[in-house]
Nanobody, 118 residues
Framework: VQLVESGGGLVQAGGSLRLSCAAS????????MGWFRQAPGKEREFVAR???????YYANSVKGRFTISRDNAQNTGYLQMNSLKPEDTAVYYC?????????????WGQGTQVTVSS
């Protein structure tokens, strides 16, 4: 499975971005799709995940601002990010895994930079 993220960029605080994660190589409809991020000098952290059955899970830091979704017909996952804050600045990675617990995902994208200016 290959994962390719897109949609990152520079945005002012309070703005919005929508990240996409296009999967190829095989269908990921029965996989957990997750989003992680890593800020400079910090550990990679969990952001959100969506199970194959539609279960949604979010980090407390993004709950109420970010929305994860998936389109199985398009083999694509999304992360809608609203009310962005400077502390959301990071490289965002999508990942896919049959189980999707912790950060031990089997497949990872190359990452897309999100920069939020104050």
């Amino acid at each position: 499975v290959q994962l390719v993220e897109s949609g990152g960029g520079l945005v002012q605080a309070g703005g919005s971005l929508r990240l996409s994660c296009a999967a190829s190589g095989r269908t990921v409809s029965r996989y957990v799709m997750g989003w992680f991020r890593q800020a400079p000098g910090k550990e990679r952290e969990f952001v959100a995940r969506v199970t194959w059955s539609g279960g949604l899970y979010y980090a407390n830091s993004v709950k109420g601002r970010f929305t994860i979704s998936r389109d199985n017909a398009q083999n694509t996952g999304y992360l809608q990010m609203n009310s962005l804050k400077p502390e959301d600045t990071a490289v965002y990675y999508c990942a896919a895994d049959p189980i999707g617990l912790g950060d031990g995902y089997l497949y990872w994208g190359q990452g897309t930079q999100v920069t939020v200016s104050s």
